[in-house]
Nanobody, 129 residues
Framework: QDQLVESGGGLVQAGGSLRLSCAAS????????MGWFRQAPGKEREFVAG?????????????VQGRFTISRDTADRDNADNTLYLQMNSLKPEDTAIYYC?????????????????WGQGTQVTVSS
């Protein structure tokens, strides 16, 4: 069964950084866009960042404001781990949430959660003030 496994979350002080990873169990997702979403307690899951199948075309939510960078392994898809990343800098307490990675239904990333399927179990990010 194709799976996504997130890691890299944790507790960090405001202004700090974290790097999230999302490992795919298969190369099935190589030709599809992928994205990061987050869900805070009592709130709906929201889009954070997306990247298209070839590693370009990155898009971000307005609240990112240049603080996060999404990337993915593309150099050698036959041998490389199929991993998605989210580098998060200048973290704020309002960034506290469970972060999920997901696979888009097409090659090109969008902000519409309805166009994503295959979700990981999430990784908790907590930013203290």
């Amino acid at each position: 069964q194709d799976q996504l496994v997130e890691s890299g979350g944790g507790l960090v002080q405001a202004g700090g950084s974290l790097r999230l990873s999302c490992a795919a169990s298969t190369h099935t997702f190589d030709n599809y866009a992928m994205g990061w979403f987050r869900q805070a307690p009592g709130k709906e899951r929201e889009f954070v960042a997306g990247i298209s199948w070839h590693g370009g075309g990155a898009i971000y939510a307005d609240f990112v404001q240049g603080r996060f960078t999404i990337s993915r392994d593309t150099a050698d898809r036959d041998n490389a781990d199929n991993t998605l990343y989210l580098q998060m800098n200048s973290l704020k307490p309002e960034d506290t949430a469970i972060y999920y990675c997901s696979v888009h239904k097409t090659h090109w990333a969008t902000r519409d959660i309805g166009e994503y399927h295959y979700w990981g179990q999430g990784t908790q990010v907590t930013v203290s003030s």
